[in-house]
Every structure is written in structure tokens, then in C-alpha cells.
């Protein structure tokens, strides 16, 4: 067996074309890879520019802005409100646009620099925070635009209530803080309680009112074809405002949480009926059309036109020795043919492997400084998880070989062959990114080659923040070993069948 991945390793690496091919693929993940840079807000003087998020208590990157009402809590309390209203503003939207999918229902007329309506995820209730910095420590229950009462804490935590409720009761007793919802101020149900070991004696404890970023789309008959937005804006009026327990005396504070974004509001909580507007949110930062900046994902977007590549390279290595007649010397010195596909596919998968890996090493390493010096925001990954990203592309690409070998195998014909290795591994990653609706491109990277894709996933998604979760942000259907396991199976049966095909016909 030595001798014969010997042979085919010479013939690889000896064959002008096999090898130009592999150097055309490294290339193409590369060079692609760092001209895709783009451009973003946050300076062009590389890493020292960037923009900077808070970091929440789990150590995960967060948006934290909103306008707040409050006053310090020292020790156990509680605060009462009735909600009298929930309202809002959202982003102009251009003619002949409709909403995203799941959204509010269109409002009628524009408002003054926005359209009237509410964000899916706008908020407006009652919080208790360590401070007012933002990132740190909290916990709150509220109203949502479409999602009822919720129960948040840290960022990260969400728990449902009823779908709507006109009272709010947020309680303390030592870490533990609850949540209650009550129709009509008489009858209360609790919505959650959660544990902020981290939280001081003495909190802060308000109203506060924030919305997202929000998105309309432009849509055609098969799918997205535009996309644009911008802030909106979360109005919460409050009444019948009541405290108990060890409250400070003095008056209540207007504040704008996370920088100054255009929260505001009127009336005094002390005499009665208050507002409390704001933009932003309280929840995890994300990437995507709705979110902020990149991940390291997209500095591999020449690993597409690398897949092509591959594909025709693994077709041709077969391929080729059936239309030269070489493959009759090969089985001579082997008879075992089996052993002859083996040898080719270690070789192969082998080889596109070690060059995918290390155009990946390049790109991510480099990538990640050309996005930072173009003012590009880049998501931070753990080591694992670049490791993970750098490993899986190099997978991919010696997966899609092996794929393609297998079916030039059973095909033998070049043009056959290569024609069906891209409809199979490259049409659908496609048709993914470009013109099939969510549901449809999800299925297709759940049951093609294509699902290794997963494998340059680094975008968490998060079901309380309203984003596009989308293949082309990232945002792929499967994890990422999962998406190698589906890219496995398909090569291994593949495999197999080339194998049986191969004994039981003539040369």
C-alpha cells in the first residue's frame, strides 16, 4: 500500500495541470478572501481604531442602550407600574417595500422622521442594574412589540410571560429578583426569577423604554433582493407607580444608558404618569444586516470559487487516466482496485487538505487586519473556534475532492463528471446565498455537501434578538460538526459506490 500512495503521489505532483489547479484553489481562498475586506465606520488606523462593545457578565459582547428613569434600591424592595402604553417609531420605509417576515404590522403614515410602529423586539418596563454602565449585571421584566411579556437577565436569558399584560412587579430579596404580570394590578403571576449573585446592596431600579435596529425588505418572487433601515424608537408610559421597601429618598434620575441616542421622555414618576423613550437594546451583540460588524467568516469568501476548483481537480484525477488509458497500467500493478480508489483518495484528500488549511491560516490571520484597518468591526472568536474555522475550510475542500474523484470514477467522463460535482457541492451554496427564500436555502444546507459550509460558522444566534439569521450573514442551519458529518456521508457513499462500480465493470 506504501508503494501505491507512493504512485499516485507522483503522479499528482508530476502532472503540470493537477497542480497548477492546487495552487489556483489556495489562491483563490486567499486572494478573495482579502479583497472582500469592505468598509466600515470605525477608522482606517487598524486595531487601535476600532469600535468597542461592552463586554456582559458571561463575557459576551453586548449592546446596552436605553433611556432609564430610576433611583437607588438599598437592600429588598419592590416597584409597581401600570403600562398605559407601548409605542413607537420605526425607520422611513421606502416606497414599495414590505417588512420583514415576522414583523409589526405597517402603521399608517410617517411620523415625524420615522414611521409609527414597533419594533418586534421594542421594550419598555422595569429593570434593576448594577449601576449605569453599560455591560453590567441586570435583570428586568417588560412589554415587547410582538413578543408579550418577557423576563430578561444578563443579556443572554429570556423567558416568556403571557402575551400581554398591563401591569409590571419587579421584586427584590437579596439575589433573587422576580418578575409578575397582572391584567388588572390585583391578580399577579409570576413571569420568572433569576439569581444576580453579582448585584451591590445598593441597585439601581427604574423604567426604561429601548428598541433595535430595524430592517424593511425589498422582495421579489423567490427571494430577498434589498434590505435597508436604520434606528428605531420605544416610547413606554407609565402610572400608577408604586414603591416599597428600603428606598433612598430623592428624586428620580433621567438617564441615558450607553451614550446619549436620543432617549428622552416626559412627567415625574413621584406625581404620576411618566414616559421614558429609547433606542438601542439590552441583549447580545450580533452580526448580520440588523446587527453590527463581521465575523472571520467573512474573510473566507474565496472558498467558494477554491470549491469549484477542487472539484474539477478531483474529477480529473480519475477522469484523466481512463481518457490516456493509464488506468489499465494502474490496475495491472494493483489488481486490487479498491486499494487503487483508496490510494487515490488518501493522496488526494490529503494533499487539498494541507494547501486549504494553510491558504486559511493566511487569510484569517491577515483577513482580520484588513478588515480592522478598513474600519471594519470584527466579532472576536476563541483560539478553538479559529482553529475550528481554519480546519473545517481545509475539510471542506478535501471533502468536495473526494466527493468529486467518486463521481469521476462511476461518470469518467470529464465534462460528466464536473457538471455533476457542481450542481451537487456548489449550486446549492448558491442558490443558498443568492435566490431561494430562508426556508428552502436552510434545507438545502441540511441535506447537500453544501452543509459544511457550517464549518466557517462563528455567528451564535439568539431567539431575543431580531436579526436575519441567513446563510449569507453566517448563520448556517446546522453546527458545524453536523455540517461535516452531512459533506462525510455523501463522500463516503459516494466512495463506496465508485468502489462497487469499479470492480464490477471493465477498465
Not at 15 to 27: D, K, N, Q, S, T
Not at 462 to 475: C, H, I, R, T
Amino acid at each position: 500500500m506504501i508503494k501505491l500512495l507512493h504512485a499516485e503521489w507522483t503522479k499528482l505532483r508530476t502532472v503540470r495541470g493537477w497542480m497548477i489547479a492546487l495552487v489556483v484553489a489556495a489562491a483563490a481562498v486567499v486572494g478573495l478572501g482579502l479583497l472582500a475586506g469592505g468598509q466600515g465606520s470605525c477608522g482606517r488606523n487598524g486595531p487601535g481604531s476600532e469600535c468597542v462593545l461592552p463586554v456582559g457578565p458571561g463575557g459576551e459582547e453586548v449592546v446596552d442602550r436605553f433611556g432609564l428613569v430610576h433611583r437607588p434600591l438599598t437592600g429588598d424592595g419592590t416597584l409597581t407600574v401600570r403600562v398605559r402604553a407601548l409605542t413607537g417609531l420605526l425607520p422611513p420605509r421606502p416606497d414599495g417595500r414590505e417588512e420583514k417576515e415576522g414583523g409589526s404590522p405597517r402603521q399608517a403614515g410617517p411620523g415625524a422622521g420615522g414611521e409609527p410602529g414597533l419594533a418586534p423586539w421594542a421594550k419598555a418596563g422595569l429593570i434593576i442594574k448594577d449601576g449605569t454602565s453599560a455591560g453590567s449585571t441586570y435583570a428586568a421584566v417588560m412589554l415587547t412589540g410582538a413578543h408579550g411579556v418577557r423576563m430578561q437577565h444578563d443579556f443572554v436569558h429570556d423567558r416568556a410571560g403571557a402575551d400581554r399584560a398591563e401591569w409590571l412587579r419587579l421584586t427584590r430579596s437579596g439575589p433573587a429578583i422576580t418578575g409578575e404580570q397582572s391584567p388588572d394590578g390585583t391578580s399577579w403571576t409570576t413571569v420568572g426569577t433569576v439569581r444576580l449573585d453579582g448585584l451591590p446592596a445598593t441597585a439601581e431600579v427604574g423604567l426604561f423604554a429601548t428598541s433595535p435596529q430595524h430592517t424593511w425588505l425589498s422582495r421579489n418572487g423567490v427571494g430577498m433582493t434589498d434590505a435597508t433601515g436604520g434606528p428605531s424608537f420605544a416610547t413606554g408610559t407609565f402610572d400608577s407607580i408604586t414603591l416599597r421597601g428600603a428606598w433612598r429618598n430623592g428624586p428620580w434620575t433621567r438617564t441615558a444608558v450607553g451614550g446619549d441616542d436620543g432617549s428622552a421622555g416626559d412627567g415625574d414618576p413621584a406625581t404620576g404618569e411618566v414616559s421614558v423613550t429609547g433606542s438601542g437594546d439590552i441583549a447580545p451583540a450580533v452580526s448580520g444586516l440588523a446587527g453590527l460588524g463581521t465575523t472571520i467568516s467573512q474573510t473566507l469568501t474565496g472558498t467558494f470559487a477554491g470549491l469549484i476548483v477542487v472539484v474539477v481537480l478531483g474529477a480529473m484525477v480519475m477522469t484523466a487516466e481512463y481518457r490516456s488509458g493509464l488506468v489499465r497500467t494502474s490496475f495491472a500493478a494493483m489488481p486490487g482496485r479498491g486499494r487503487v480508489v483508496a490510494a487515490k483518495a488518501v493522496v488526494l484528500g490529503g494533499t487539498t487538505f494541507a494547501v486549504g488549511t494553510v491558504a486559511a491560516v493566511i487569510v484569517v490571520v491577515a483577513g482580520q487586519r484588513v478588515l480592522r484597518a478598513n474600519g471594519v468591526y470584527l466579532h472576536p472568536v476563541s483560539t478553538a473556534a479559529e482553529v475550528r474555522v481554519i480546519a473545517g475550510t481545509g475539510a471542506l475542500l478535501a471533502g468536495a475532492a473526494l466527493l468529486s474523484l467518486a463521481l469521476g470514477t462511476v461518470l469518467r467522463r470529464s465534462l460528466t463528471a464536473v457538471t455533476t460535482g457542481i450542481v451537487v457541492i456548489v449550486l446549492p451554496y448558491l442558490l443558498a446565498l443568492t435566490v431561494l427564500p430562508t426556508v428552502a436555502a436552510e434545507w438545502l444546507l441540511r441535506v447537500t455537501p453544501a452543509a459544511a459550509f457550517a464549518l466557517q460558522g462563528t455567528a451564535p444566534r439568539y431567539p431575543q434578538v431580531e436579526n436575519f439569521y441567513l446563510p449569507a450573514n453566517g448563520y448556517f442551519p446546522l453546527p458545524p460538526w453536523a455540517g461535516l458529518a452531512v459533506l462525510a456521508a455523501w463522500t463516503a457513499l459516494a466512495l463506496t459506490a465508485a468502489t462497487i462500480v469499479l470492480r464490477r465493470r471493465d477498465a
